[in-house]
């Protein structure tokens, strides 16, 4: 899995519920066609990403088809997990 572009927004909260700070990313993922994620229009993983007290996680994640939006019902393994997170953290606005 190769992060190929991004696209950030962060996340606003007029309610002031949500402690620390949120921030949606869309990473477009490069896949080796033999991969059961693999799409020929392109997949992407949508990432909400929170920061409180400067620690930063995934809060949550998806798959989807580049093309259609369509959500794939995949999960991130533990390695690539830890390179998105560190993804996200590089790649703050």
């Given amino acids: 899995m190769e992060i190929t572009e991004y696209i950030i927004k962060k996340i ?6 949500i402690a620390g700070e949120r921030y949606e990313y869309r990473l477009y993922i490069d896949l080796d066609e033999e991969d059961e994620l693999y799409s020929e229009g392109g997949t992407g993983l949508r990432v909400i990403f929170a920061i409180d007290e400067d620690e930063g996680r995934i809060a ?26 560190e993804y996200c953290r590089t790649h703050r606005e």
């Fill in 12 to 17: 606003n909260d007029p309610t002031g519920i």
């Fill in 60 to 85: 949550s994640y998806h798959f989807f088809e580049r093309s259609s939006e369509k959500v794939l019902e995949f999960e991130l393994e533990d390695d690539e997990k830890e390179i998105v997170l």
